[in-house]
């Protein structure tokens, strides 16, 4: 009897488009866990990334506070503030512009620097000559963005209380406590703390 060809053709044509199906369905599965992968990794290294700047900018703060200086023509002042329903405090003291240690106070200039939030930055003022009238002296830096809220709170020893501002010509206090809370786009808002100890000298 003779062989029936278009059967086993059609058989063969089959059997391909099966084995094209299942490697396409491989694929898909393969490709798919590896753009997942990727993504997870890559959120994950921006947010390592961006906690570590908002780290270095705590730390920044936290070393100019640390040898924040009394300096009765300009007292420390710290104003609890509000913008957006939100924390926007002010801060503005005198530290030394550089070094630090009793040593870098003989030989560094005061300056006077101030904190505050505006919108969604946290903004750095520093005025570097202290009897400098004019706004020649004084610099702008933005410290970082995406500032949903900024928070200092002040323990006074004295009381053994923590305050939410500070205005006094007395003892500068004891240590200050930052919070930085930050908003990324459809994201939740997380706080950010550091404890300071102030005036080492």
């Known amino acids: 009897r003779p062989r029936d060809w278009s059967s086993d053709v059609c058989s063969s044509d089959l059997e391909a ?25 890559d959120a994950g290294s921006a947010a390592a990334s961006r906690e570590q700047t908002i780290r270095r900018v705590l730390r920044v703060m936290a070393e100019e506070l ?3 200086v009394k300096e009765p023509t300009y ?36 300056v006077r620097v101030i904190y505050t939030r505006e919108g969604d930055r946290l903004i750095r003022f520093i005025r570097r000559n202290l009897y400098e009238v004019t706004d020649e002296s004084v610099d702008q830096v933005d410290l970082a963005t995406k500032v949903k809220a900024f928070n200092i709170r002040y ?9 939410d501002e500070w205005s006094s010509t007395g003892p500068l206090p004891a240590a200050l406590l930052l919070e ?19 005036g080492a000298l």
Do not use: C, K
């Open 75 to 110: 007292p420390w002042v710290g104003l609890n503030g509000t913008q957006d329903g939100q924390s926007a405090d002010t801060l503005a003291f005198v530290t030394i512009s550089n070094g630090s240690g009793a040593q870098a106070a003989r030989e560094s200039e005061m």
């Open 155 to 163: 323990y006074n020893e004295q009381g053994r209380v923590w305050l």
């Open 17 to 41: 488009l099966l084995a094209i199906a299942l490697l396409a369905t491989l694929g898909a599965i393969v490709f798919g866990s590896l753009l997942t992968t990727t993504q997870a990794v």
């Open 180 to 198: 930085i809370t930050f908003q990324e786009l459809d994201a939740d808002p997380y706080t950010i703390r550091e404890w300071v100890t102030v």
């Open 66 to 68: 640390t040898i924040g």
